[in-house]
Nanobody, 112 residues
Framework: VQLQASGGGLVQAGGSLRLSCVASGSISTINTLGWYRQAPGKQHEMVALIGRSGGTNHIDSVKGRFTISRDNTKNTVYLQMNSLKPEDTAVYYC???????WGQGTQVTVSS
């Protein structure tokens, strides 16, 4: 299954974006999916995970601001990002846990 992220863009601090990740096949059998990000010069960082039953986990720096969700009927995983900060600037990817091959991410740039 290939995962394609989209929905990034340029926003001002305090703004919102909704990222989408569409799978080429069914995600209903994939236990855990996640959103990751990579800032310039840094390694990939896990941002949020969601299990097949809907249980979620978010890193502390995005708790209360970001929300991961999944729609198995649409083979899509979402990341709602509110109250964005400049330090959220990165290329965002969706992937499994553990991550497999990285696909094309989507750039999120937050201006101060």
């Amino acid at each position: 299954v290939q995962l394609q992220a989209s929905g990034g863009g340029l926003v001002q601090a305090g703004g919102s974006l909704r990222l989408s990740c569409v799978a080429s096949g069914s995600i209903s059998t994939i236990n855990t999916l996640g959103w990751y990000r990579q800032a310039p010069g840094k390694q990939h960082e896990m941002v949020a995970l969601i299990g097949r039953s809907g249980g979620t986990n978010h890193i502390d720096s995005v708790k209360g601001r970001f929300t991961i969700s999944r729609d198995n009927t649409k083979n899509t995983v979402y990341l709602q990002m509110n109250s964005l900060k400049p330090e959220d600037t990165a290329v965002y990817y969706c992937n499994t846990l553990p991550p497999s091959k990285w696909g094309q991410g989507t750039q999120v740039t937050v201006s101060s």
